[in-house]
């Protein structure tokens, strides 16, 4: 495996980075995958990239985005009613045919893919296309499957977490490149007021159940902030949202990160196998200090600015511990492990092997006398 990042290209690369089509890029961001491409996409043009979006028409203007379809497909075909079926795979199939049709007529140096389609596995190794796949979920059915099988120089793999890498294969072909996040958004005001937060999308899987009970039992006020998508889960912690603990809404930009801030401690409650866990690194970046469930990332990333639980119930002593944390340690980890600047070299390195590993194969050539 390979985890130590390369120097970043001498030159600017030609770089199309597919996004997932669920959400729009664009604030206020639904998850941690549209906070993640939008850091990426500015960070390349930071840098000197010539970067395409290929994402939904519906993401930021600011962004250099090639639309793929006029909108995400959860204003459509909404996915809790709809995953599964033919006709969400018939909408995927056809955005993200296009989309690969457009990156082979773009002459680009590389392709950042981070969707979760499978079949763009199986086109950029038929087409010989340089591709890096950022892996931000645990292994499913059709995705472990196309991996498993477009094994070749020019196809190389990134995982956000170590936790990541066996899940995956123990693979020579993957690098661990943790997410990063924009340190100067993200900004630590001093003093704490004395409530717990919570926020990201409300679901069963983040757990948010579990950080109110956690909270009532340490005796803390809760804030939660984030998007309801799934309104059945929320009406079941509705009963627990007495006072003090409060829900605040989707908030975004200014209004989150000053929420963020200025909390004493932020809970991060997942109920599976986190890959990363940005909210953490968030939070840390903000000063405050993380109490967690000891599940996939969580430890890698929080280090020693917080305090895990094993399960819920060891989950309001570790915000007890989490509270006792110097602010200063949180920033300071942050900064150390999680700058978007970090995050785009490790890409890079990916970038380069993947363009030196097309170079190198013979297939380079069949498309140099194909041209």
Aim: aromatic letters at 6%.
């Amino acid at each position: 495996m390979l985890h130590t990042p390369a120097a970043a290209p001498a030159r600017p690369r030609r770089t199309a980075v597919i996004a997932h089509l669920r959400h729009p890029i664009a604030q206020p961001f639904m998850g941690g995958m549209e906070a993640h491409c939008d850091l990426l996409v500015r960070t390349l043009m930071a840098k000197g990239h010539q970067v395409t979006l290929f994402a939904s028409g519906d993401s930021a203007p600011a962004l250099p985005v090639a639309a793929v379809s006029p909108h995400a497909y959860e204003a459509e075909l909404p996915w809790a009613i709809w995953r599964g079926t033919d006709r969400l795979t018939a909408w995927l199939a056809d955005a993200y045919a296009r989309c690969w049709a457009a990156v082979l007529a773009g002459g680009f140096d590389i392709v950042h893919n981070n969707s979760l389609f499978a079949p763009i596995h199986d086109w950029a190794l038929r087409d010989g296309v340089p591709m890096v796949t950022s892996l931000h979920v645990p292994p499913f059915g059709p995705l472990r499957e196309a991996v498993a099988r477009n094994r070749a120089p020019w196809l190389r793999l990134t995982v956000p977490s170590s936790s990541q890498v066996p899940l995956w294969g123990n693979d020579d072909a993957i690098r661990v490149a943790h997410n990063g996040i924009d340190l100067s958004r993200w900004q630590p005001i001093g003093r704490g007021n004395g409530r717990a937060l919570w926020f990201g999308r409300i679901t069963p899987n983040k757990g948010t159940l579990a950080a109110l009970r956690a909270a009532d039992a340490a005796g803390i006020a809760l804030d939660l902030i984030g998007p309801v998508e799934c309104a059945d889960y929320f009406a079941e912690l509705t009963p627990h949202l007495n006072a003090p603990h409060a829900y605040l809404g989707h908030l975004s930009g200014d209004e989150l990160t000053a929420r963020v801030a200025s909390s004493s401690v932020v809970l991060s409650t997942p109920m599976w196998d986190e890959p990363f866990g940005l909210v953490a690194a968030e939070a840390l970046a903000s000063g405050v200090p993380v109490a967690a469930l000891d599940r996939g990332a969580m430890a890698e990333v929080i280090g020693d600015c917080g305090a895990l639980a094993a399960d819920e119930a060891a989950l309001p002593a570790a915000i007890r511990r989490a509270l006792r944390v110097p602010r200063a340690r949180c920033r300071a980890r942050a900064e150390r492990c999680f700058s978007a600047s970090a995050m785009v070299a490790g890409y890079a390195a990916a970038y380069d092997d993947a363009i030196a590993g097309c170079r190198a194969s013979s297939i380079s050539s069949t498309r140099a006398l194909l041209a």
